[in-house]
C-alpha cells in the first residue's frame, strides 16, 4: 500500500462522518477503515481536533471557493443557477458529496466550531446566490435564501439517496429562472 496522504483521511474522516456521525472522527477506528496504524494519523495531525479543523477548511474551500469559481466560469446566471443544481444533487464522491453536508450540518447543532464553518459557508453561499439572483433581475433577498434553504432541506430529506432531490431542485431552479423571464 502506498503512503497515505493528509488528504486520504479527511477523505476517510467524511466516509465516516457521512456514514456514522462524529463520534467517527477518532484516529484508531480512522486508521481501522484505512487499514493502517494511529502512527500514520498522527504523523499528519498533530491530535484529533487538528485533523477536524483540517477537515472543515478543506468542506468550507470545496463548498464555497472551488463552486464559485466554477459558477464564475459560466455564461449566464440561469446556466449557473442549473448548474448549481446539478453540483448541489450530485452523487456522492471520495469526501462524502451530498450525503456529508446534512451530517455536517448535524455535527454543528454538537459542536460550536462546526456551527461556526457552517455559518461561514451559508453566509458565502448565499451572498452568492444573491449575486446570481441579481444578475437575472431579481433583487428581492427572499427569493435566494428560498432556493437555498430549499437545496439544504431537500439533502435533508434525501436519507442517502442524491437522486431524490435532483429533480425537485431543477424545477425549483426552473421556477426561479421563468419567474425572472416575467418580471
Same mark, same amino acid.
Not at 47 to 63: G, K, N, R, S, Y
Not at 92 to 113: C, H
Given at each position: ?18 456514514? @456514522? ?13 484505512? @487499514? ?47 448548474? /448549481? ?23 454543528? @447543532? ?8 457552517? @455559518? ?8 452568492? /446566490? ?54
Amino acid at each position: 500500500m502506498s503512503k497515505l496522504s493528509q488528504t486520504d483521511w479527511i477523505a476517510a474522516g467524511f466516509r465516516a462522518l457521512t456514514n @456514522k456521525g462524529p463520534q467517527a472522527l477518532k484516529a484508531e477506528p480512522l486508521a481501522r477503515s484505512l @487499514k493502517t496504524t494511529k502512527g500514520s494519523f498522527y504523523w499528519h495531525f498533530k491530535d484529533v481536533p487538528a485533523f477536524q479543523a483540517a477537515m472543515l477548511t478543506f468542506w468550507e474551500e470545496i463548498a464555497t471557493q472551488q463552486i464559485i469559481t466554477l459558477l464564475d466560469a459560466l455564461p449566464s446566471p440561469e446556466i449557473k443557477l442549473r448548474t /448549481l443544481s446539478d453540483l448541489a444533487t450530485a452523487p456522492q464522491d471520495e469526501f462524502g458529496g451530498v450525503g456529508a453536508e446534512p451530517a455536517i450540518r448535524a455535527w454543528a @447543532k454538537a459542536d460550536p466550531r462546526v456551527a461556526e464553518a457552517v @455559518k461561514r459557508v451559508d453566509t458565502s453561499r448565499l451572498a452568492h /446566490l444573491s449575486g446570481v439572483f441579481k444578475e437575472m433581475g431579481m433583487g428581492n433577498p427572499d427569493l435566494p435564501r428560498l432556493f437555498y434553504a430549499g437545496l439544504i432541506g431537500l439533502q435533508e430529506i434525501a436519507h442517502g439517496d442524491e437522486t431524490a432531490s435532483a429533480t425537485p431542485l431543477a424545477t425549483l431552479a426552473d421556477l426561479m429562472i421563468a419567474l425572472a423571464e416575467t418580471d
